[in-house]
């Protein structure tokens, strides 16, 4: 083993601000399923999934327009090691 590999490892965590907009959110409602007072932890080998569909999506947006899975977000750590 490298020294690299026997040594400590630290963990940091980052944090990702977002802002949420839609035109008609008084009368849509579409962000009700969403906690925006609550801090959440998401694994960075997991992806944050928003869509409709409840069953695969950690955060629902309400609305018929919406596709089962809108978007994801795929979280990574750059390694700063160097070979």
């Given at each position: 083993m490298t020294s690299y590999e026997e040594a400590e490892t630290e963990?940091?965590?980052?944090?990702?601000?977002?802002?949420?907009y839609h035109p008609c959110q008084d009368d849509k409602m579409?962000?009700?399923c969403l906690n925006?007072?609550?801090?959440?932890?998401v694994r960075a080998d997991e992806m944050a999934k928003f869509g409709r569909d409840p069953n695969i999506c950690h955060y629902?947006?309400?609305d018929t327009r919406v596709?089962?899975?809108?978007f994801s977000l795929q979280?990574?750590?750059?390694?700063?090691?160097?070979?």
């Open positions: 963990e940091t965590a980052a944090c990702l601000h977002m802002t949420f579409m962000f009700r925006f007072c609550k801090r959440e932890q629902n947006l309400v596709s089962r899975i809108q979280f990574y750590r750059k390694s700063t090691l160097s070979a």
